[in-house]
């Protein structure tokens, strides 16, 4: 029995074992994937500022394209009050007035699509915020699971060492009882000596009766017969 509860210790020993090695890569798993996390969270980070960056650039544009089409305006007030003589002018003002327009209709498509990527963005950065949250809470989940472990690999250690010490002190005790029996038996075999000597010693006495009785027997008729003579 002793035997059996060591063999199960050392199994349970075992597991621990590789309860501890799984809970310490499980760990370094997590901590490389923060690692990875941390630095996508860093590119998000970076694709926002440019993005931000872009969007101070297309607004700097419009500010120039509303200007120009300021001034185109007023170009062709200028030239509608000057006649025929500020014809052409007047045409190049309209044309400068097509593209302060198309420039502010590009940078308004443009302003649209960094809304969608600074969206995106943001919606990145917070997912990554999350992930991290996790990863942490992940970390400090594994590394409570690996110090139960621990704890519980010190019992099953401590178990083992007292299954151990039982099983050698069983050993003992089956060297004891051996002896024991041993002695026992030797005690048997002098207590069965003994019967036969005291068998003969009974034997040997009754035959020494027997000879006193003869003996006296023979001593009696002697003496009877000298008186007779």
């Known amino acids: 029995k002793a035997k059996e509860v060591a063999e199960r210790s050392q199994q349970s020993f075992d597991i621990s074992a590789a309860g501890q090695e799984s809970t310490r890569s499980t760990i370094e798993g997590i901590q490389r994937f923060g690692t990875h996390m941390n630095s996508i969270s860093d590119n998000i980070l970076k694709l926002s500022e440019r993005s931000r960056l872009i969007g101070e650039i297309i607004a700097a544009v419009n500010d120039i394209a509303e200007q120009s089409n300021l001034l185109a305006v007023n170009a062709s007030i200028e030239a509608a009050r000057a006649g025929e003589q500020g014809k052409g002018f007047a045409v190049v003002a309209q044309e400068i007035r097509n593209l302060a327009e198309q420039s502010k209709q590009s940078t308004s498509q443009v302003r649209l ?6 969206n995106f963005v943001n919606s990145a950065v917070l997912s990554t915020e999350q992930a991290s949250k996790a990863l942490e809470d992940g970390i400090k989940t594994a590394n409570q ?16 060492d007292a299954s151990l010490q039982i099983t050698s002190s069983n050993q003992q005790q089956q060297i004891g009882m051996d ?19 005291t068998k003969e010693v009974e034997i040997s006495t009754n035959e020494l009766l027997g000879l006193g009785d003869n003996l006296s027997g023979q001593i009696k008729k002697f003496k009877i017969d000298g008186r007779n003579g």
Do not use: P
Not at 113 to 118: F, K, R
Not at 145 to 160: H, M, N, R, W
Not at 179 to 197: G, L
């Open 113 to 118: 699509i960094l809304q969608d990527i600074q």
């Open 145 to 160: 699971a690996g110090e139960v472990i621990t704890e519980l690999a010190k019992s099953i250690e401590l178990a083992f």
């Open 179 to 197: 002896q024991i029996a041993t002695a026992m038996e030797n005690i048997r075999t002098v207590s069965a000596h003994n019967a036969d000597s």
